[in-house]
């Protein structure tokens, strides 16, 4: 009898041995999950970290670009103000008609900035980047995004008017092309300045030519300073990451 309830016994399965080892399998499921897990959040958090510094780097370059078309429109800025003055005036001296030539030639160059966007756009692109950063942040991102994006649009656009409308397309106007590598311009005209003054339409377009360089300067003054406020974003935000 005692020989037959140990036989018994030894068949009959063991209840907490078995719940002890499936809690040690969960447990050990659970933990590596969580450690993977963590491992990736660590991943994530560095790669966000990373973009953040990349994303510094490009603003920087846009103010950089920024400030190296303002010095183009400063460094011209005499010598446009001297041939609306000669303008103004119907000088007729050969000298007003060669500032104003030269003068034309630095209204119609290109002022345009090169901004660059990738790590903004990566950074968009990539949600569980965005999660690891702060409510703030994220508003100061989008604005500087609708922000670089209306900038780029409107010099673009505003420039490619003035090209087409202004002092290019009037028929007195022409270009000296004696310089094989065409890095300064200078125009020409079939008129002398005593008379192309009194033209309306070359008045006009003149004028308005040099209106938009001082609309351009001040919206890449003003665009410069939101760069600055978004890189002391940037900085602050870098601060949080350690």
Same mark, same amino acid.
């Given at each position: 009898?005692?020989?037959?309830?140990?036989?018994?016994?030894?068949?009959?399965?063991?209840?907490?041995?078995?719940?002890?080892?499936?809690?040690?399998?969960?447990?050990?499921?659970?933990?590596?999950?969580?450690?993977?897990?963590?491992?990736?959040?660590?991943?994530?958090?560095?790669?966000?970290?990373?973009?953040?510094?990349?994303?510094?780097?490009?603003?920087?370059?846009?103010?950089?670009?920024?400030?190296?078309?303002?010095?183009?429109?400063?460094?011209?800025?005499?010598?446009?103000?001297?041939?609306?003055?000669?303008?103004?005036?119907?000088?007729?001296?050969?000298?007003?008609?060669?500032?104003? +030539?030269?003068?034309?030639?630095?209204?119609?160059?290109?002022?345009?900035?090169?901004?660059?966007?990738?790590?903004?756009?990566?950074?968009?692109?990539?949600?569980?980047?965005?999660?690891?950063?702060?409510?703030?942040?994220?508003?100061?991102?989008?604005?500087?995004?609708?922000?670089?994006?209306?900038?780029?649009?409107?010099?673009?656009?505003?420039?490619?008017?003035?090209?087409?409308?202004?002092?290019?397309?009037?028929?007195?106007?022409?270009?000296?092309?004696?310089?094989?590598?065409?890095?300064?311009?200078?125009?020409?005209?079939?008129?002398?300045?005593?008379?192309?003054?009194?033209?309306?339409?070359?008045?006009?377009?003149?004028?308005?030519?040099?209106?938009?360089?001082?609309?351009?300067?001040?919206?890449?003054?003003?665009?410069? +300073?939101?760069?600055?406020?978004?890189?002391?974003?940037?900085?602050?935000?870098?601060?949080?990451?350690?």
């Amino acid at each position: 009898m005692f020989l037959h309830r140990i036989a018994t016994a030894s068949k009959r399965p063991n209840w907490t041995a078995i719940c002890i080892e499936f809690g040690l399998v969960i447990f050990g499921v659970l933990t590596a999950l969580q450690v993977n897990n963590w491992n990736a959040s660590r991943i994530d958090k560095q790669g966000a970290a990373n973009t953040l510094s990349r994303l510094r780097s490009e603003v920087l370059v846009n103010v950089a670009a920024l400030d190296e078309r303002m010095t183009i429109l400063e460094e011209s800025s005499d010598v446009r103000s001297a041939a609306m003055t000669a303008l103004q005036t119907c000088d007729a001296s050969p000298e007003a008609a060669e500032l104003l +030539g030269n003068a034309g030639g630095s209204l119609t160059g290109d002022i345009i900035p090169s901004f660059v966007d990738n790590t903004l756009l990566e950074l968009a692109r990539r949600d569980r980047y965005l999660d690891f950063l702060s409510n703030d942040f994220r508003a100061a991102l989008n604005v500087y995004s609708g922000r670089l994006s209306d900038e780029r649009d409107q010099l673009r656009i505003n420039f490619g008017l003035m090209w087409d409308q202004h002092v290019v397309k009037h028929s007195s106007t022409g270009v000296d092309i004696t310089k094989a590598d065409f890095s300064t311009l200078r125009f020409v005209f079939s008129q002398p300045l005593d008379t192309l003054c009194e033209d309306s339409v070359f008045r006009r377009q003149f004028v308005m030519t040099e209106i938009w360089h001082q609309s351009a300067m001040l919206r890449m003054q003003r665009f410069k +300073g939101w760069n600055e406020e978004f890189l002391a974003a940037i900085d602050a935000e870098l601060d949080v990451f350690g």
